[in-house]
């Protein structure tokens, strides 16, 4: 795992290997002479779902630095959070209304921006989706993130190496299951990824799910909120853990982690075996203490350099980076995915040496 870790880490340094890629039209090619796309120092639109993430708000500063370093006129909005599709639907009219050459969209809502779209192909606006993939609709150019379903294979890997770890000849290990909200394309991804690996351990009763709960959507955590994952949890240990140890937990990012350690720690258990993604501080911080078990690291820096990048081709007229292609239900788009890493208390300095925020927490 530690080995990986750092090929994987390596993997996001190089950003990805380039293919040919292409969406429904060539966008590299129209509005432009024969030398570029169109004007080196055209407005681009970046459309993101909220901030009550880390990384959503490192994300915006460092499309607000990176597209102006780039030579762009940058235009970076957040959707508000009581009512964050409608904001975000009408602000991606206006960046449309207004001559953006590229839309970068970081989905509020994966299945709600259908409008939106169709707005932007009459335009003639490429339409990028960054880390959340744009479902049910052909009019999406390209999309950028990390491999979402290598994360929940990583997270299930982590959880099982974790049992082990803590409660070796424990076995069957009690365990449950949280996934995302069901409004992120996202959410299914991660979770599909993850039973890929715990299933065989749940069919050979390795691993028991007490509650019974194993299912995208007996899992779900409505608007990815803190609260809640801890009332779900606070429930489940309420009706199915009287006088049962819960060894572990699959949660699907940092901040839900946090919350299912606190209902633990709140019912007095012993500490379980608790994943998680996004390398947020708080959770950095507790694993390094020995708490939560585990994080991936998607490198927010790398993930936004490598769609300021494709921007930047775009603009260029030149091939367009990918890796591949994502199914988002109806068509298979074009796709730049990086390599996640995962990150327990034993590799944590090495995932995390050359980011400056987060390779502080790692030493004594």
Request: net charge negative; glycine share 8%.
């Amino acid at each position: 795992m530690k080995k990986s870790a750092l090929v994987a880490l390596a993997g996001i340094a190089a950003v990805s290997v380039a293919l040919t890629g292409c969406g429904r039209t060539d966008p590299g090619t129209e509005g432009g002479d024969d030398a570029a796309g169109f004007a080196a120092d055209a407005s681009i639109g970046v459309a993101l779902p909220d901030q009550t993430s880390e990384n959503w708000v490192l994300a915006g500063d460092l499309f607000e630095n990176g597209l102006e370093e780039a030579g762009f006129d940058g235009n970076v909005q957040y959707a508000g959070s009581s009512n964050a599709v409608g904001d975000q639907q009408q602000q991606i009219q206006t960046m449309i209304d207004s001559g953006v050459e590229v839309i970068v969209i970081g989905a509020a809502d994966t299945n709600q921006l259908a409008a939106q779209l169709e707005a932007a192909d009459a335009a003639g606006v490429t339409v990028i989706a960054y880390d959340r993939l744009i479902q049910n609709s052909d009019l999406v150019d390209y999309y950028v993130a990390f491999d979402n379903f290598h994360v929940g294979e990583l997270q299930a890997q982590s959880l099982l190496e974790g049992l082990e770890e803590r409660f070796p000849g424990q076995e069957p290990w009690n365990v449950e299951l949280f996934s995302g909200s069901a409004d992120d394309s996202n959410s299914a991804v991660f979770f599909d990824g993850a039973m890929s690996v715990l299933q065989p351990a749940i069919d050979d009763g390795t691993i028991n799910i007490v509650s019974g709960q194993t299912s995208v959507q007996q899992t779900a955590t409505e608007d990815w909120a803190a609260e809640n994952a801890q009332n779900r949890m606070d429930t489940i240990l309420q009706t199915s853990y009287q006088g049962i140890q819960l060894h572990g937990v699959l949660s699907p990012n940092d901040n839900l982690a946090r919350a299912i350690l606190t209902s633990a720690d709140n019912a007095g258990l012993e500490t379980p075996v608790v994943t998680g993604q996004d390398s947020e501080v708080a959770s950095v911080e507790s694993i390094v203490a020995g708490v939560q078990y585990s994080t991936i690291y998607k490198d927010t820096r790398a993930l936004v350099a490598a769609t300021i990048d494709m921007v930047s081709q775009l603009q260029a007229g030149e091939e367009v980076t990918t890796t591949g292609e994502s199914d988002n239900g109806v068509t298979e788009v074009p796709s730049n995915l990086l390599e996640p890493v995962i990150v327990t208390q034993a590799n944590a300095a090495e995932a995390y040496a050359e980011n400056p925020d987060l390779e502080p927490l790692t030493q004594p």
